[in-house]
């Protein structure tokens, strides 16, 4: 009913009115001048003249005449009063309309309403209530009339309470079968999203329906997101040979938009050109727009370029039409014949343009774009200044951003959002999380979108109990959840080593994709539950869920860090065969580290020449590593001169080199490649291992003595090394790769930082809680083995996460099985 607007005029009929007889209206009004001032000036003219002349001005808008007739008017009746004051009131001029209604000798009924009419139209509906009851207390009756603007009150303001509550009165006073009054209770329960009340309503007034009903209960149907009966609807009121009018189409055809109900949707245009409408801007707009949500873009354009009146609402739906199926290039076009023809631009125009933008990430292209908003005066707009971060902050442009950010008068969850997933998608992940801390310190509370963006960065920095505490309060908001939600959740303790707590969220899951198998089944894969991902797999399969390409990631993943070079040859031979996905350079990785760990370093290589895409930098990451494994001197210089190539600031080849170099006792050759990569200038990541206790990060690099109680943790080291030595440990000094005596290696062991960080968290965290330990690189075989004999020496769970994977020590075993 469009906030009542069916039970009055405009539309078509409105815009013929004033657009009309044009050029007569000068003639017309002079000589209605003349006839006011000719009867003034009569005395014997009788009252039914003047009430007839007085009702030809109010109508027609002129109330300036209107008033001065009725000020000199010799009698006044209460038809005049009731003019003047309806008059007042229609125009908005509600002091005038007050002024004159507490004047008037007689309050009719008809005043009343026409004064609560005025106050509700105008959006001051706490005094049209307050008039209403008045009315009541003063013994007056209201008519259907007063009724049904009380309700366009109720309607306008979404007053649930208050439209039940004239509902009871209705019901009291019989109205409940008036049309009329029947029409605005059915808007206000479609407003305030009690379509079954409306419906109830709507039915019981049987076969006394008028178009104004039927377009009340089609829009209370699509507002409240039942497309389909709006649909049904509009159908059954065609069939009872009730003719739609303006404001019947614009309701259905939101409904097929939100359907992409084509077909339907086309019927109804055939509707509108039978009965005439589709030159009324407020149809063709809806119809542009139902077009182009529907995808039917042609059609939409079509329609658009045959409208006789610009209006920026088609042009609009247009322009978000093409940014959605991306167009990008096609709305920006659209924009500029906007332009060129001098139209408006309103605050809906720019956030279409600018999500284009968005879409194709060409943000230096938009930066006139943001120049001409400047210049047009929207720069505080906050619909557009939520688009320019958005936009911003999607193109990588985070500093420009930022800047629109804090230049917002106020801001909003949507552009907290913005910035927030901006910074985190981007893999700025401690700016986003402090940014989501400022932005509970401002009162706002988060949505879906950034709870989601908050539980990846959580899972990319691995802080377990950041990411748990914004996981509490969000159970706590009453939030519902959502799929991007439960798989960022799923995967932020996957990645934490929280393999228990991602699996409950799994189980919990009302909705799973791909995305949410594929997160448990790396999850697995890389705590070293390598089979268990295989099974988890077949699960999915039965499901009904397609893999997709990164879930053969994670499966390579499983059975490389496990040793199942025939699942992993099954698998990675049905990708193309069975699911169409052609092998990327992972999965070439992945397979290639399978054979190399698997001592089948010739079939590694052939599977290298046998490629269909150009290695990249990861596969020749697993070759190296597989011939530091195997002793292959010749093929590991090929493999880190390719890498020098690939990435010549990585200085992982290097010192991977060196060490297969040093681990055989080859000094000179060590040394040639340390040598090497000092004179390129590149620098070694330093070993830095980590953890999170009480919300505090503590960090530790290898022989550091930085800490607070480092006095503490080098003498409970001792005590380690001591307790392990008599249940097997013998330091393994392949792994301390400087050409030193055998005590000064084994001192260098013994303070690796994963070794001194097990050791602050001995003294630290209470018995009985594990010990979770992070690591930049990958954890060197002696400290595996140490680790291993600590958890069971000291009864403790230490779960270890280097670059590689997660390492679960329990009891003297590791979930990898020594096989990482």
């Keep these: 009913m469009g906030g009542m607007g069916v039970m009055g005029g405009g539309g078509r009929g409105t815009r013929t009115k004033s657009g009309g007889c044009a050029k007569h209206g000068t003639k017309a009004s002079k000589r209605s001048t003349v006839g006011a001032r000719s009867v003034i000036q009569s005395a014997r003219t009788p009252p039914g003249v003047f009430q007839q002349l007085l009702d030809s001005l109010s109508k027609s808008g002129r109330i300036d005449e209107a008033r001065n007739l009725f000020d000199k008017m010799p009698q006044r009746d209460e038809f005049t009063w009731n003019t003047m004051i309806s008059c007042y009131a229609r125009m908005g001029l509600l002091h005038e309309a007050q002024k004159l209604f507490d004047e008037t000798p007689i309050q009719s009924s008809i005043a009343w309403s026409s004064l609560i009419s005025g106050y509700s139209r105008n959006g001051h509906c706490a005094k049209a209530f307050e008039l209403f009851y008045e009315m009541q207390v003063r013994g007056l009756r209201p008519t259907q009339y007063t009724l049904g603007s009380v309700l366009r009150a109720c309607s306008n303001n979404v007053e649930l309470c208050k439209g039940e509550q004239i509902h009871g009165y209705v ?61 049904e609807c509009f159908r059954d009121m065609k069939a009872e040979d009730v003719e739609p009018n303006q404001f019947t189409f614009p309701s259905v055809l939101t409904a097929c938009a939100a359907l992409a109900a084509t077909k339907f949707g086309m019927q109804v245009h055939s509707c509108i050109v039978k009965s005439g409408f589709e030159v009324n801007v407020f149809v063709n707009s809806a119809l542009v727009d139902m077009y182009a949500k529907c995808g039917e873009l042609q059609s939409a354009k079509r329609l658009l370029e ?104 106020e801001s909003d969850v949507v552009s907290w959002t913005s910035l927030i997933t901006g910074y985190a998608y981007h893999g700025f992940h401690e700016k986003a999380l402090k940014l989501f801390c400022d932005m509970r310190v401002a009162g706002i509370n988060p949505d879906q979108f950034i709870i989601s963006s908050i539980f990846s960065s959580s899972a990319e920095l691995t802080i377990l109990e950041f990411g748990r505490q914004v996981h509490g309060n969000f159970i706590r908001s009453g939030l519902g959840s959502s799929l991007s939600v439960d798989n960022s959740l799923v995967t932020m303790y996957a990645k934490c080593g929280c393999l228990e707590d991602a699996h409950q969220v799994f189980d919990s899951m009302l909705l799973r994709d791909v995305v949410s198998w594929t997160a448990l089944i790396v999850g697995y894969a890389q705590n070293g539950k390598g089979r268990d991902s295989l099974l988890l797999y077949e699960k999915m399969i039965t499901s009904g869920t397609r893999p997709d390409y990164v879930t053969f990631i994670g499966l390579l993943f499983a059975c490389s860090h496990t040793g199942l070079v025939k699942d992993g040859s099954h698998y990675f031979e049905s990708m193309e065969k069975v699911y169409g996905i052609a092998p990327g350079a992972e999965h070439y990785a992945c397979m290639i580290d399978l054979l190399g760990r698997s001592g089948k370093i010739d079939e590694a290589k052939s599977l290298l020449n046998k490629m269909t895409v150009k290695p990249d930098s990861t596969l020749w990451k697993a070759l190296l590593a597989a011939c530091r494994m195997h002793g292959d001197f010749e093929f590991a210089e090929r493999a880190a001169q390719n890498l020098f190539e690939l990435e010549p600031e990585n200085a992982m080849p290097y010192v991977l080199l060196s060490n297969i170099y040093s681990s055989a006792c080859k000094w000179d050759d060590a040394a040639r490649i340390r040598s090497l990569m000092k004179s390129r200038g590149v620098t070694k990541e330093p070993g830095c291992s980590w953890m999170e206790i009480n919300s505090v990060v503590h960090r530790f690099m290898a022989e550091d003595r930085s800490h607070p109680r480092m006095a503490e943790i080098y003498a409970k080291v001792q005590e380690i090394i001591i307790s392990i030595k008599k249940v097997g440990y013998v330091p393994d000094m392949s792994f301390s790769l400087h050409d030193m005596d055998e005590e000064g290696k ?75």
């Design 306 to 409: 045959g409208t006789e009146v610009d209006d920026v609402i088609p042009w609009n739906s247009v322009i978000v039409g093409c940014v959605r199926q991306g167009y990008g290039e096609e709305a920006l076009s659209l924009f500029k014949q906007m332009l060129s023809k001098g139209m408006k631009i309103d605050d809906f125009t720019y956030p279409s343009v600018l999500n284009s933008f968005a879409f194709t990430l060409d943000v230096e292209h938009a930066k006139p774009i943001h120049s001409l908003i400047v210049k047009s005066g929207f720069e505080d707009y906050k619909i557009i200044c939520n688009a320019l971060v958005d936009m911003y902050a999607k193109g990588g442009c985070l500093s420009s951003a930022f800047q629109v950010f804090h230049s917002m008068p």
């Design 171 to 231: 019901v009291k006073t019989r109205f409940d079968d008036n049309v009329f009054v029947v029409t605005g209770l059915v808007d206000v329960y479609g407003k305030c999203k009690r379509v079954l009340e409306a419906e109830y309503l709507f039915k019981k007034v049987g076969d006394k329906k008028n178009n104004v009903l039927w377009t009340a209960m089609i829009t209370g149907y699509s507002q409240n997101g039942d497309g389909l009966r709006a649909m």
């Design 746 to 820: 084994e001192r260098d062991l013994a303070y690796h930082s994963e070794k001194l960080a097990v050791a602050y968290a001995l003294i630290s965290i209470p018995s009985g809680a594990p010990i979770r330990i992070f690591k930049n690189l990958r954890v060197c075989g002696d400290c595996h083995s140490a680790l291993k004999l600590v958890s069971s020496v000291y009864q403790r769970r230490i779960v270890l996460r280097d670059s590689n994977c997660f390492h679960h020590f329990r009891e003297g075993i590791c979930s990898c099985r020594d096989y990482w």
